[in-house]
């Protein structure tokens, strides 16, 4: 693989957005969204919403944490309309499909509800706790993306035992990292994207024990089994991430409102403390994402080629 850096220093107003490939697969990735518009996530809701009406999106990947701080109880939860439907409003983001997965803070309430809530809403799409889905890149059908969408809280030791984090402990761990394994192994899609809530390497003040416990449990699997991304949330800030004698690139989006700072770590290719979202673009040959910030600027834009 050649990796090819664009543009990281001098940042590109998002006046107009730019204009995608005809032939590409594009997605938006949010998380850690439910602030009731402040700390910016309705401006960042916004200029999803403008970025959607300027491209082609094809979905809106949402790397857990959808309902700060606590969750939901139920499919009729207020929640629901104070944090993601009065927020989320743009015409051009009502027929795109969030595909979610849960953080930590949905393990609060009830992530039943998160699963039910699709049969509620048309846009709202988590079919599982974990889950897999295919789309093809451009016109042809030959060439195609696998999104991994897994759920992180039940991986890591820290959740299983507090019993604050509802039934974390009660999900079969083993069960998912073997169909992650299976899963990845078994696609010869042309691109493998990884989605989860926690880090597997970032910057982070959040305890050390999470990402030991995603990079033997996890990490170990995505590099073995050669998957091109991993992308997440969880650290409120944006970093790309490739530690020295990894394949993956890690990619943490971040917040869809209130951020936190960040520094350099092992393997920091870029950080910044500005919330956010990410866009990617896929096509047969190239892999891009650029990091938007809540001011409509691009901040960072990376080119992953095959």
């Not at 693989?1 to 938006?28: D, G, R, W």
């Not at 790309?240 to 690139?249: A, D, E, R």
Request: charged residues 25%; hydrophobic residues 35%.
């Amino acid at each position: 693989m050649l990796f090819l850096l664009i543009s990281s220093v001098n940042a590109q107003i998002l006046i107009t957005p730019e204009k995608l490939p005809s032939n590409a697969l594009n997605f938006m990735v949010a998380n850690d969204m439910g602030r009731r518009g402040v700390s910016e996530q309705k401006n960042i809701a916004t200029l999803m919403g403008e970025e959607a009406k300027f491209n082609r999106i094809n979905l809106i990947a949402v790397a857990g944490d959808p309902i700060h701080d606590d969750g939901v109880k139920s499919t009729f939860d207020s929640e629901w309309k104070d944090k993601f439907e009065n927020i989320y409003t743009a015409s051009s983001l009502m027929n795109i499909p969030w595909y979610v997965v849960s953080g930590n803070h949905e393990y609060h309430g009830s992530v039943q509800a998160i699963l039910d809530y699709s049969k509620v809403s048309g846009r709202w799409k988590a079919p599982a706790r974990y889950y897999s889905i295919e789309r093809t890149i451009g016109a042809g059908k030959k060439n195609k993306c696998l999104f991994v969408f897994i759920d992180t809280a039940p991986i890591i030791d820290k959740y299983r035992t507090d019993g604050s984090y509802s039934d974390a402990g009660k999900q079969d761990m083993e069960k998912e990292l073997k169909w992650i394994d299976s899963t990845l192994v078994s696609s010869n899609d042309r691109w493998k994207i990884v989605i989860g809530h926690h880090p597997v390497y970032a910057d982070t003040e959040k305890a050390e024990v999470e990402r030991l416990d995603m990079q033997k449990r996890v990490g170990t699997i995505i590099e073995n089994r050669k998957a091109d991304i991993y992308i997440c949330g969880h650290i409120h800030n944006f970093q790309h991430i490739k530690p020295k004698g990894k394949m993956v690139n890690y990619i943490v989006n971040s917040s869809a409102s209130q951020s936190r700072n960040v520094n350099s770590t092992d393997g920091t290719l870029f950080c910044n403390p500005n919330p956010g979202f990410t866009l990617c673009s896929v096509t047969k040959k190239n892999f891009t994402f650029s990091f938007i910030d809540h001011q409509g600027e691009t901040i960072y834009r990376y080119i992953l080629k095959k």
